[in-house]
């Protein structure tokens, strides 16, 4: 039997208090929606349906590449109605799996074993949990055995149904030939004048057909987003998961409730992080490197026995083994570090090419430049790599020093060996092997006074 899941993404989502559909806000800088496809994908679908109404179009934008079928619900009409628009799409031999854009946190082992339940016993799965808090959910109902008898919204709940703690996920599964029966018979007669696809367990119990449950273990997996408030409350659920995930692995945080990774984080062993650092991207940490505190990684690769100080900022780099940068170093996209490589504090670097052992220690701009072995950058030195309408490159080679407040005009070559003097504005290629420097006389004005301000 095929599996066609179907997720629910119409909502206005008023209470986000945003212009942006509430599906597109970010949890562990993924949109909420991506969360609960990537989850989907991992069951092998036949398809996908997105059911999509308000800000459907700007959805479909933002996210073109998705493999999924959208599906467009024109009138918010509820859950029940929702589900409906996909029917049509989905073969009446399917299981239909129904899952909410807005409950992030869902696991697809979770989802496969809720899968498992209504295809053993050909019935209507419910995936439901226990909560210390059910305000504003909808309470399982069941009887004197046991059984479930029928979901009560909040809204529509007298008070003895308000003190039930089970609550429905509003994550089901059933036999598409059970929702085509029962999906028309739906009716709108409750406090929100909606078509709730909760009225099918009333019709299932009604039919005597079978209703399973699964509860899942931990009930922030099944916790939706309505607010901002609940999207930060899950987003720090999220990276608790994460930061569990990456200490069993052998990664020491100095503080698990203070790391944001949003997207994908590697690390090798014996891994530290300080607090507040920030992944982006695909960050991947090799054995025994050292992130400092308050660092942002973007994209990043880090061979073994790298030492990321404080308050450094690397973005699409690639660094070798037993590197160290900063602290407050900045590596823009493109740059490659080589083994042994140290760029230091207030050092920024952009298409910078470091073979191994070179060296910038302190307060340069290094941009457009291919750097050799053993080669030393004095601080102050710049790269002046832009015309003001193109880029140039710079080539330092094997083995150079260059000294402090150093200007170095592209195009131009470095020599290898090449020594450049301090203060020196470099506009012609440099000879191997010698000293360069540009001349300039110091000076002194016999008998000059410095202004000083008018005595008013």
């Given at each position: 039997m095929s599996l066609h899941?179907?997720?629910l993404a119409a909502g206005q989502g008023k209470r986000m208090q945003s212009n942006t559909p509430k599906v597109l806000h970010k949890l562990g800088g993924k949109p909420m929606l991506i969360r609960v496809i990537e989850a989907a994908l991992l069951l092998n679908p036949e398809n996908i349906h997105v059911i999509i109404g308000h800000g459907g179009e700007e959805i479909k934008q933002a996210l073109p590449a998705l493999p999924v079928n959208w599906v467009v619900q024109a009138a918010q009409l509820g859950t029940g109605h929702a589900v409906m628009q996909a029917l049509p799409h989905i073969p009446p031999t399917s299981q239909v799996l129904v899952l909410s854009a807005d409950v992030p946190l869902i696991q697809a082992s979770t989802l496969a074993a809720l899968v498992r339940q209504a295809t053993q016993h050909a019935a209507l799965a419910l995936l439901v949990a226990l909560v210390p808090d059910p305000a504003g959910l909808g309470r399982i109902v069941r009887d004197e055995q046991g059984h479930i008898q029928a979901i009560v919204e909040e809204k529509d709940a007298s008070e003895p149904q308000r003190q039930i703690k089970e609550i429905y996920s509003g994550i089901c599964c059933a036999p598409a030939t059970d929702l085509n029966r029962w999906l028309p018979k739906l009716s709108h007669s409750n406090a929100q004048g909606e078509y709730y696809l909760t009225e099918i367990i009333a019709m299932a119990v009604a039919e005597r057909s079978p209703v399973v449950s699964l509860q899942v273990d931990d009930y922030t997996e099944i916790l939706g987003v309505n607010n901002r408030l609940q999207l930060q409350c899950l987003e720090r659920a999220w990276q608790k998961r994460l930061a569990n995930q990456l200490m069993l692995a052998g990664v020491t945080l100095a503080d698990a409730s203070r790391i944001d990774i949003r997207g994908e984080l590697t690390c090798g062993r014996d891994v530290f992080i300080d607090v507040n650092a920030v992944f982006e991207g695909r960050v991947v940490i090799g054995d025994g490197c050292t992130i400092g505190a308050n660092c942002c990684l973007r994209d990043v690769t880090l061979a073994s026995g790298c030492d990321v100080l404080p308050n450094s900022v690397l973005e699409q780099c690639e660094i070798g083994a037993t590197c160290q940068i900063?602290?407050?170093?900045?590596?823009r996209p493109g740059t490659k570090l080589a083994a042994n490589c140290k760029i230091g504090n207030f050092v920024e670097t952009k298409n910078a090419v470091f073979d191994s052992n070179s060296k910038a220690s302190h307060l340069s701009y290094l941009g457009d430049v291919t750097?050799?072995?053993?080669?030393?950058?004095?601080?102050?030195?710049?790269?002046?790599?832009?015309?003001?309408?193109?880029?140039?490159?710079t080539v330092i080679e094997d083995g150079v020093f260059v000294g402090s407040d150093t200007q170095l005009v592209a195009p131009v070559t470095v020599g290898e060996n090449a020594t450049i003097g301090a203060g020196s504005t470099i506009r012609k290629n440099v000879p191997a092997g010698e000293l360069t420097l540009t001349d300039s006389r110091q000076k002194t004005v016999p008998g000059w006074v410095r202004p000083r301000k008018k005595i008013k």
């Open positions: 899941i179907v997720i900063g602290p407050f170093a900045r590596l750097i050799g072995k053993q080669v030393n950058i004095g601080a102050g030195t710049i790269t002046c790599n832009y015309d003001g309408a193109n880029k140039h490159q």
